[in-house]
């Protein structure tokens, strides 16, 4: 469906460095990355906003490099909606096909249902500064989705909504790959965002991307030390890896060893999600390779969850059921168990 090919474009402060990517027909696609690593500026070149110094974009086979932005087939809404201010919620919705001369009884219909499918039939005759955020955003969809495109492009659609909010658009965005047969490319830096709706995403680093994969891989799986911090891995710790027994990977970290059954020998860095960690206040039998006795250093109540950090010769962070926590009756000093399994490893 898109497939950019060295695609290269410096701006200011702003840059993008040799970027290969493809996006597949109908897929829900995220460009996660902190601010100024260039998630929008490449948003922009696909949109046709701007031309880059080097490389090709192609939409559905088509090279579209060079194509001015309505001639590419693509619906862009910005983080700030971007509505026309002297123009109704019905006319701005139905701006795209005013300028394809589509036929004013169409039109009308047109519009009509997306009013209804978007639920603001209620807002037709409303200017947009009476309309509350939320509003705002499904008029701007509406605008953006009417003229059917092929690629919607989204900039930090939903940073400015509160948490209920929000999640309705959440529940609305996800289904409109099958609703439209529209791709979507989606532009944030939050994770609840990309968990809730990426069928893939790209981690964005200084104009450059880090790794693209699914939830699982991303998160689970990093390929570097800056995708493992960005995405919130709690257990990155360093060590030197060497082939162990029964084919597993042993890695020294200078305090304790960790088995992992990712291959992998000399200097590398493991994660282990904390949800992948459990623990026992006596010793129990367990199929689990890495088994490690420590004390509870740091206790922090999270609601329904309590994070514990455990000094086993590394720090090990930890999360449990508040019920667990209680009828475990864990305190700061008390000596536990720790157990997870070689899968649970990850060593790059």
């Known amino acids: ?56 974009i192609y939409i559905n086979n088509k090279d579209v ?62 200017l947009p500064r009476t309309l509350s955020g939320g509003e705002q955003q499904r008029t701007a969809l509406a605008r953006a989705l009417i003229i059917h495109p092929s690629v919607l492009l989204m900039d930090e659609p939903l940073s400015a909504l509160d948490r209920s909010t929000k999640e309705e658009l959440i529940v609305e965005l996800k289904n409109i790959p099958n609703k439209f047969n529209t791709t979507i490319i989606h532009v944030t830096h939050n994770f609840d965002e990309a968990l809730q709706l990426a069928d893939r995403l790209a981690i964005m680093k200084n104009g450059t991307i880090s790794q693209v994969g699914n939830i699982d891989e991303i998160f689970r799986h990093p390929k570097d030390k800056f995708v493992a911090d960005f995405v919130g891995t709690e257990n990155i710790i360093k060590g030197v890896a060497r082939d162990g027994q029964d084919n597993l990977t042993t890695i020294d970290t200078g305090n304790i060893l960790i088995e992992s059954t990712e291959k992998k020998t000399g200097n ?22 890495n088994v490690f006795k420590g004390n509870i250093k740091e206790i922090y109540d999270l609601g329904t969850i309590i ?11 930890l999360v449990l059921t508040r019920q667990s926590f209680k009828d475990l009756e864990l305190n700061i000093g008390k000596q536990i168990y720790v157990y997870f399994k070689a899968t649970a490893v990850h060593v790059f």
């Open 1 to 56: 469906m898109i497939k950019i090919e060295n695609l290269s474009k410096e701006w200011k402060e702003f840059k993008i460095n040799n970027i290969s990517l493809e996006v597949n027909e109908s897929e829900y696609f995220i460009f996660l990355g902190p601010s100024g690593s260039g998630k929008t500026m490449l948003l922009e070149l696909i949109a046709g906003i701007w031309s880059p110094d080097s490389g090709k």
């Open 65 to 126: 490099t060079m194509l001015p932005p309505e001639k590419r087939g693509v619906g862009f809404v910005y983080q700030n909606y971007m509505l026309f201010p002297h123009k109704t919620v019905f006319e701005n919705i139905s701006f795209g096909l005013n300028i394809r001369k589509v036929e004013k009884n169409e039109i009308n219909t047109k519009v009509e249902e997306m009013l209804e499918l978007f639920s603001i039939s209620h807002l037709s005759n409303r």
């Open 268 to 289: 590398v860095h493991l994660t282990i999600r904390p949800e992948d960690i459990t623990l026992s206040v006596e010793k129990v039998v367990t199929s689990a390779r």
């Open 307 to 317: 994070k514990l950090t455990i000094d086993v010769g590394e720090p090990l962070v």
